[in-house]
T-cell receptor, first 112, second 114 residues
Framework: AQRVTQPEKLLSVFKGAPVELKCNYS??????LFWYVQYSRQRLQLLLR??SRESIKGFTADLNKGETSFHLKKPFAQEEDSAMYYC??????????????FGTGTRLKVLA | KAGVTQTPRYLIKTRGQQVTLSCSPI?????VSWYQQTPGQGLQFLFE???????NKGNFPGRFSGRQFSNSRSEMNVSTLELGDSALYLC?????????????FGPGTRLTVT
């Protein structure tokens, strides 16, 4: 089973400061990982997927197999980045079937 | 393509009543998942349907049920509503089942139980 953990429930940074939202995974094979974002009063949406290696809204996420991490980074935070961020999926196969579930997420607050 | 749509967007119900929520996935998507989102518990998995079959279920009581139709549209039903069922119910669709497939979310149905 692929498990992910986001150790921080809340992360506050000042505008212009670098941001790093942590996501650690445990999986023996090659994980399939995504970052989702939910802005206030908007629907939950995909931000990044690990296979694309692209930068979206200035955010990047590199899969580090040595550290088993998939941290989300942005060099200079903007106020509009304030949102809830989820690293996913955290799968649960205890029942023998696959469940695409989300962890607790990290709320990012960018302060003016 | 049109996105995932959910109806109704808002609902107010009384304790003991039942409610049915509807979700229309993106055309061509066969997997539909339902989640309950609350400030205290975050995003909790309810169940997933794939090709009209419930493939997975979260840890919710039997009052929560669902189904999927042949056109992949899905409905979720909650019977004997309790105050604690007040939440934002999200529906997500994906092309297929499994961890490699991105989930596309609807705007949610805000259910308030009084």
């Amino acid at each position: 089973a692929q498990r992910v953990t986001q150790p921080e429930k809340l992360l506050s940074v000042f505008k212009g400061a670098p941001v790093e939202l942590k996501c650690n995974y445990s999986y023996s094979g090659s994980p399939e990982l995504f970052w989702y974002v939910q802005y206030s009063r908007q629907r939950l949406q995909l931000l990044l997927r690990h296979i694309s290696r692209e930068s979206i809204k200035g955010f990047t996420a590199d899969l580090n197999k040595g550290e088993t991490s998939f941290h989300l980074k942005k060099p200079f935070a903007q106020e509009e980045d304030s949102a809830m961020y989820y690293c996913a999926p955290d799968s649960d196969t205890t029942s023998g079937t696959y469940k695409y579930i989300f962890g607790t997420g990290t709320r990012l607050k960018v302060l003016a | 393509k049109a996105g995932v749509t959910q109806t109704p967007r808002y609902l107010i119900k009384t304790r003991g009543q039942q409610v049915t929520l509807s979700c229309s996935p993106i055309s061509g998507h066969r997997s539909v998942s339902w989640y309950q989102q609350t400030p205290g518990q975050g995003l909790q998995f309810l169940f997933e349907y794939f090709s009209e079959t419930q493939r997975n279920k979260g840890n919710f009581p039997g009052r929560f049920s669902g189904r999927q139709f042949s056109n992949s549209r899905s409905e979720m039903n909650v019977s004997t509503l309790e105050l604690g069922d007040s939440a934002l119910y999200l529906c997500a669709s994906s092309l297929d089942q499994g961890p490699t497939y991105e989930q596309y979310f609807g705007p949610g149905t805000r259910l308030t139980v009084t």
